[in-house]
């Protein structure tokens, strides 16, 4: 079944063309009445990014959002989980410091921020699927309680997803810490004749599973959660899993938890993702590199596979920044990431029933 994805391109040569009124276009395009009742608890997930990131979403785009969400009826909420790594989103207090500090206070953006998982990551619902690799998944217990939501994606590049879009900020953003553990279930492994001895992982590690011994870095894999946090800091890039057979399992694992959070309320998400500071990393790191395209624009859909798939193709169509391979058409991101494979996540997502591969791009 083909799945209607709306697009608004980047263009703007008057007020009513700005990025601004585009995305409330979009909303109304999205029909948000129909999807959210009146007076209806109505969550709006993002990622606020790590504290030192700056191409997280923009404040005043996601403050047109909430000012439709209110509009349409709906008590909106920004939200978001605690990260299974260390850093400035570990815990609720410095999640909420950390989305104020980046423009989402509640005076500009109308809308308090809610972390939906609690204090430390720890509430959580089981939902029940039938995935290959799971029977049930931990989902954060406001996300899957809130009645509509409304999910937000700054879709760009990610070491071991290949790319993050909507499928990806529904599954790792929308799971608990024993959630994050479960997609990622695996243990990084060093190479010692490539480790530096920098000790910036064992710096980051959140389990303290690594250490310095003969000034190299060695992990002790039964504390290793797999929370890849030491391969993103890595320079030299000692640090890794088994490529080969482990990315497969992981991008399944993933997408099945994106599942659960869909699963049951699929007419009441519909989903933006934002083309613009298409970087290589996720905003979960604590910096932004240069983009990879030049800014696309912004597309909506009701269906998230056909969404990321439309955006996964308008990248792969635009001229190539800041990459040095030639063959950089069939897909710029595992030029970037070569052992990645991001679209596994489309296509499990696909036979999983969560959404179509197929789309017409509707231009607003």
């Known amino acids: 079944m083909t799945a209607t994805v709306f697009y608004a391109d980047m263009h703007c040569r008057s007020q009513e063309n700005s990025k601004i009124a585009k995305v409330a276009r979009l909303c109304d395009a999205l029909g948000l009445k129909k999807i959210i009742r009146k007076n209806e608890l109505t969550a709006i997930k993002l990622h606020f990014g790590e504290s030192g990131n700056d191409t997280h979403l923009n404040p005043s785009l996601v403050r047109q959002v909430v000012d439709k969400v ?71 217990t406001e996300i899957r309680r809130a009645p509509a ?46 480790c530096v001895g920098c000790g910036k992982c064992v710096k980051v590690c959140p389990q303290k599973a690594l250490r310095l011994a003969d000034k190299k870095s060695v992990v002790d894999q039964s504390r290793c959660i797999g929370c890849f946090e030491c391969i993103t800091v890595c320079a030299p890039k000692a640090i890794s899993i088994d490529w080969a057979t482990e990315i497969g399992p992981f991008m399944e694992r993933m997408t099945e938890y994106a599942w659960g959070v869909v699963k049951g309320r699929e007419k009441r998400l519909c989903y933006i993702n934002f083309l613009m500071n298409v970087t290589p990393d996720c905003d979960c790191v604590a910096w932004s590199d240069a983009p990879l395209v030049p800014d696309l624009g912004i597309l909506a859909s009701t269906d998230p596979v056909a969404l990321d798939q439309a955006c996964f193709d308008l990248v792969n169509q635009a001229p190539a920044l800041n990459l040095k391979d030639t063959d950089t058409a069939t897909d710029k991101f595992t030029a970037r990431w070569p052992h990645t494979l991001g679209s596994i996540q489309l296509a499990y997502g696909e036979d999983l029933g969560m959404g179509s591969r197929q789309y017409r791009l509707e231009k607003v």
């Open 70 to 140: 209110a509009e349409a009826g709906g008590k909106p909420f920004l939200t978001d989980t605690s990260t299974l790594y260390s850093g400035s989103r570990k815990n609720a207090v410095d999640h909420i410091n950390t989305a104020i500090e980046h423009g989402f206070a509640p005076s500009v953006v109308r809308a308090p921020v809610i972390i939906a998982d609690g204090l430390y990551g720890e509430n959580d619902v089981p939902v029940r699927i039938k995935g290959k690799h799971f029977k049930e998944v931990h989902i954060a």
């Open 149 to 194: 939501m409304v999910v937000l994606s700054h879709f760009k590049g990610h070491e071991m997803a290949g790319f993050g879009g909507a499928i990806k900020n529904l599954a790792m953003g929308g799971a608990s810490v024993r959630g994050k553990r479960d997609q990622h279930n695996t243990h990084v492994q060093v190479n010692a004749d490539i």
